[in-house]
C-alpha cells in the first residue's frame, strides 16, 4: 500500500522560532520526493512532523486522505529511518529486521518469514545470521530499510540516511534506495542536504531555505529553470553576474554588468531599472572557439587564475573584469587553458537565466 501525503500551510515554531513557515505541498502516492536545503533550514523538522514526533503549530497534515491531528507516531502509516539508523547490536539481522513485527504481536513463524523475504528484496537474503557489527555500512543502510518496510508503512521516511557513508559507497547506495522504492512501490521521503543525492534519486525535489520552500520540480526543472537566486546557486554550481536590467523584451532580459551586457531567459518578468543577477552555469560558459556555430549573445574576456583537476573534469577559474572569478568546465579532450592565459568565453541568452536579487547559497 502506498499513500499520498498533503501538507496545507504547515507552520512549526519553537517559542519565536519558526522552523517550518507556511510550507504546502502535495506527495502523490508511490513518488520518491526530496526535501533539499542547507543545515537549519526546517527539512528535518517538517519530516518529524509527518511522522508524529513534532505537532505542528498551524495547518494541516493529511496522508492516505486522512487527518493526522492528535494521532501520535506509532498510529501513523508511517515508518521513519533516522541518520543514525539505530539498529539493535545484540540481534541479529533478521531479528532486527523482524523487531516491529514482534512488537506487533505477529507469530515466530509469521515473523521470520516476512524479515527473509524483506531481506531478499534488499539483495541481504543470505545475511540474517549475522550480527549487525559484522555488516558493511552499505549493509547497514538496507537491514534498516528492511526493518522499517516489515511494518507495510505506506510512505517510508528518511533522514539523511547515507550521509555517515564515504563518497563511492554513498554513490551505490543512491542506486540502492531508488531500486528499492521501484519495486516495494511506497512513497518515500528523504531528507538531504546534498543536492547530488536528491538529483539521481528523486521524481521531483523541493529546495528549502529558512523554513520556506523555495521551488519544488524535478531535478532537471530546478537545474534548468531555477524561480530564485537561492536555487539557481544552491541546486549545481553557477556563475552569477549582478546588474541592472537595461532592456526586457519577447521573455529575454539585458543586464548590464560588470562583465558587461549580457542578455539572458527572463521567467520572473524583470523590468528595466531593476537590480538583477544573471546566472550561467559553468558548463554553458565555453571558449570561443567551442561554441556553437550559431552567433553566441553573450561574450566574456578573461584570464586563467588557476585550474581544479577532477578526474572526469577540470574546473578552469577565470579572472574577468575587477577580478570577479568565473568558473568554467575545460575540455574532456586535449589540454585545459594554461593559468596566466588570455579566454574569450561565451554563451547563449537561452543558457542564463535572470533572477530578482536575493540571498545566495
Same mark, same amino acid.
Do not use: W
Given at each position: 500500500?502506498?499513500?499520498?501525503?498533503?501538507?496545507?500551510?504547515?507552520?512549526?515554531?519553537?517559542?519565536?522560532?519558526?522552523?517550518?513557515?507556511?510550507?504546502?505541498?502535495?506527495?502523490?502516492?508511490?513518488?520518491?520526493?526530496?526535501?533539499?536545503?542547507?543545515?537549519?533550514?526546517?527539512?528535518?523538522?517538517?519530516?518529524?512532523?509527518?511522522?508524529?514526533?513534532?505537532?505542528?503549530?498551524?495547518?494541516?497534515?493529511?496522508?492516505?486522505?486522512?487527518?493526522?491531528?492528535?494521532?501520535?507516531?506509532?498510529?501513523?502509516?508511517?515508518?521513519?529511518?533516522?541518520?543514525?539508523?539505530?539498529?539493535?547490536?545484540?540481534?541479529?539481522?533478521?531479528?532486527?529486521?523482524?523487531?516491529?513485527?514482534?512488537?506487533?504481536?505477529?507469530?515466530?513463524?509469521?515473523?521470520?518469514?516476512?524479515? !527473509? /523475504? %524483506?531481506?531478499?528484496?534488499?539483495?541481504? +537474503?543470505?545475511?540474517? $545470521?549475522? #550480527?549487525?557489527? &559484522?555488516?558493511?555500512? @552499505?549493509?547497514?543502510?538496507?537491514?534498516?530499510?528492511?526493518?522499517?518496510?516489515?511494518?507495510?508503512?505506506?510512505?517510508?521516511?528518511?533522514?539523511?540516511?547515507?550521509?555517515?557513508?564515504?563518497?563511492?559507497?554513498?554513490?551505490?547506495?543512491?542506486?540502492?534506495?531508488?531500486?528499492?522504492?521501484?519495486?516495494?512501490?511506497?512513497?518515500?521521503?528523504?531528507?538531504?542536504?546534498?543536492?547530488? !543525492? /536528491? %538529483?539521481?534519486?528523486?521524481?521531483?525535489? +523541493?529546495?528549502?531555505? $529558512?523554513? #520556506?520552500?523555495? &521551488?519544488?520540480?524535478? @531535478?532537471?526543472?530546478?537545474?534548468?529553470?531555477?524561480?530564485?537566486?537561492?536555487?539557481?546557486?544552491?541546486?549545481?554550481?553557477?556563475?552569477?553576474?549582478?546588474?541592472?536590467?537595461?532592456?526586457?523584451?519577447?521573455?529575454?532580459?539585458?543586464?548590464?554588468?560588470?562583465?558587461?551586457?549580457?542578455?539572458?531567459?527572463?521567467?520572473?518578468?524583470?523590468?528595466?531599472?531593476?537590480?538583477?543577477?544573471?546566472?550561467?552555469?559553468?558548463?554553458?560558459?565555453?571558449?570561443?572557439?567551442?561554441?556553437?556555430?550559431?552567433?553566441?549573445?553573450?561574450?566574456?574576456?578573461?584570464?586563467?587564475?588557476?585550474?581544479?583537476?577532477?578526474?572526469?573534469?577540470?574546473?578552469?577559474?577565470?579572472?574577468?573584469?575587477?577580478?570577479?572569478?568565473?568558473?568554467?568546465?575545460?575540455?574532456?579532450?586535449?589540454?585545459?587553458?594554461?593559468?596566466?592565459?588570455?579566454?574569450?568565453?561565451?554563451?547563449?541568452?537561452?543558457?542564463?537565466?535572470?533572477?530578482?536579487?536575493?540571498?545566495?547559497?
Amino acid at each position: 500500500m502506498t499513500a499520498e501525503v498533503a501538507l496545507e500551510a504547515m507552520t512549526v515554531r519553537f517559542g519565536p522560532f519558526t522552523a517550518v513557515d507556511d510550507v504546502s505541498l502535495t506527495v502523490a502516492p508511490g513518488e520518491f520526493f526530496s526535501f533539499l536545503g542547507p543545515s537549519g533550514c526546517g527539512k528535518t523538522t517538517l519530516l518529524r512532523t509527518i511522522s508524529g514526533f513534532v505537532e505542528p503549530t498551524s495547518g494541516t497534515l493529511r496522508i492516505g486522505g486522512r487527518d493526522m491531528r492528535g494521532i501520535g507516531p506509532n498510529r501513523r502509516p508511517t515508518a521513519l529511518i533516522f541518520q543514525s539508523l539505530a539498529l539493535f547490536p545484540l540481534m541479529t539481522v533478521v531479528e532486527n529486521v523482524a523487531y516491529g513485527l514482534r512488537v506487533r504481536g505477529h507469530s515466530r513463524a509469521a515473523r521470520r518469514a516476512r524479515a !527473509e /523475504a %524483506l531481506l531478499n528484496v534488499v539483495a541481504l +537474503g543470505d545475511q540474517g $545470521g549475522k #550480527r549487525i557489527d &559484522q555488516l558493511s555500512g @552499505g549493509q547497514k543502510q538496507r537491514v534498516a530499510i528492511a526493518r522499517a518496510l516489515a511494518v507495510e508503512p505506506e510512505v517510508l521516511l528518511l533522514d539523511e540516511p547515507l550521509s555517515a557513508l564515504d563518497l563511492k559507497l554513498r554513490q551505490h547506495m543512491r542506486n540502492e534506495l531508488r531500486a528499492i522504492q521501484r519495486r516495494v512501490g511506497i512513497t518515500f521521503i528523504y531528507i538531504t542536504h546534498d543536492q547530488g !543525492e /536528491a %538529483l539521481t534519486m528523486s521524481d521531483r525535489i +523541493g529546495v528549502m531555505r $529558512g523554513g #520556506r520552500l523555495e &521551488q519544488v520540480g524535478t @531535478g532537471r526543472a530546478l537545474y534548468d529553470s531555477p524561480e530564485t537566486a537561492f536555487v539557481a546557486s544552491f541546486v549545481g554550481e553557477a556563475n552569477a553576474m549582478p546588474g541592472v536590467v537595461r532592456d526586457a523584451a519577447d521573455g529575454y532580459a539585458v543586464v548590464e554588468t560588470a562583465f558587461g551586457s549580457l542578455q539572458g531567459r527572463n521567467p520572473a518578468g524583470m523590468k528595466r531599472g531593476s537590480q538583477a543577477v544573471l546566472f550561467v552555469r559553468p558548463e554553458r560558459l565555453l571558449p570561443l572557439s567551442t561554441t556553437p556555430p550559431c552567433c553566441p549573445q553573450n561574450r566574456v574576456r578573461a584570464r586563467v587564475a588557476d585550474l581544479a583537476y577532477e578526474g572526469q573534469v577540470t574546473h578552469v577559474m577565470c579572472a574577468a573584469e575587477g577580478g570577479r572569478l568565473l568558473a568554467v568546465l575545460g575540455p574532456r579532450d586535449g589540454e585545459p587553458p594554461a593559468p596566466g592565459s588570455d579566454v574569450s568565453l561565451a554563451f547563449t541568452a537561452r543558457d542564463a537565466v535572470v533572477l530578482p536579487p536575493a540571498t545566495q547559497a
